[in-house]
């Protein structure tokens, strides 16, 4: 079945350095989501990207969707400590209607 | 309403009991979803409401589980004879157009 990759799966830093998680699929994906979940908190939608090559930009966040739509990334630039939390990737399966999460990447930061 | 709202927010039983968790959506989203997740794991796709009609079943874990919905808002996931495996937090979500999903708060199933 379809299977979102996602890497790393914790990353720990220093506030004010830079943080990067990754999404990858073997097949190509329709759209990629993005959501962030707070400690004990529940997902939140950040973003959806659909067209190759895209890449939004939310602040210290950015977005990118592969030329291939087989991979994503997210990039917060100097992190600060309200960025702590898990960021998911997920894909809707057109049709199906459901979000296929990717593991999560647990961000951690030291102030 | 605010958002999507689940009940309980905590719910304890002993194994083998059943179960049922609540899920409020967001007024006029039609789209309805239920997801788990395992303590520090991903989310989990369990069942997906279109309507009151659920064209997508394939998530659910086994035939204990079940899931309703009704008069186009409220759903109840339904869980007999639970097994400690089930202990997970249960989240639900809703969407109007099938793009952002609004996630409640989930409740925090634990068998004992």
């Known amino acids: 079945g379809q299977q979102v990759m996602q890497i790393p799966q914790y990353q720990h830093v220093q506030e004010g350095e830079d943080f990067t998680t990754y999404c990858n699929s073997s097949?190509?994906?329709?759209?990629i989501q993005w959501y962030k979940q707070r400690p004990g908190g529940h997902p939140v939608f950040l973003i959806q990207?659909?067209?190759?090559?895209e890449v939004k930009k939310q602040k210290r966040l950015t977005f990118q969707f592969g030329e291939a739509k087989k991979n994503s990334s997210l990039h917060i630039t100097a992190t600060q400590t309200t960025d702590v939390g898990t960021y998911f990737c997920?894909?809707?399966?057109?049709?199906?209607?459901?979000?296929?999460f990717g593991q999560g990447t647990r961000l951690t930061i030291n102030p | 309403g605010a958002g999507v709202s689940q009940s309980p927010s905590n719910k304890v039983t002993e194994k083998g009991k059943d179960v049922e968790l609540r899920c409020d959506p967001i007024?006029?989203?039609?789209?309805l979803y239920w997801y788990r997740q395992s303590l520090g794991q991903g989310l989990e796709f369990l069942i997906y409401?279109?309507?009151?009609?659920?064209?997508?079943k394939s998530g659910l874990p086994s035939d204990r589980f079940s899931a309703e919905r009704t008069g186009g808002s409220v759903s109840t996931l339904t869980i007999q004879r639970t097994q400690q495996e089930d202990s997970a937090v249960y989240l639900c979500?809703?969407?109007?157009?099938?793009?952002?999903?609004?996630f409640g708060p989930g409740t925090r199933l634990t068998v004992l």
């Open positions: 979500a809703s969407s109007w157009r099938g793009v952002e999903q609004f």
């Open positions: 097949t190509t994906l329709s759209n």
């Open positions: 990207l659909v067209k190759s090559g």
């Open positions: 997920a894909e809707i399966i057109q049709g199906a209607q459901k979000l296929v």
């Open positions: 007024s006029g989203h039609t789209a």
């Open positions: 409401f279109q309507g009151n009609s659920a064209p997508d």
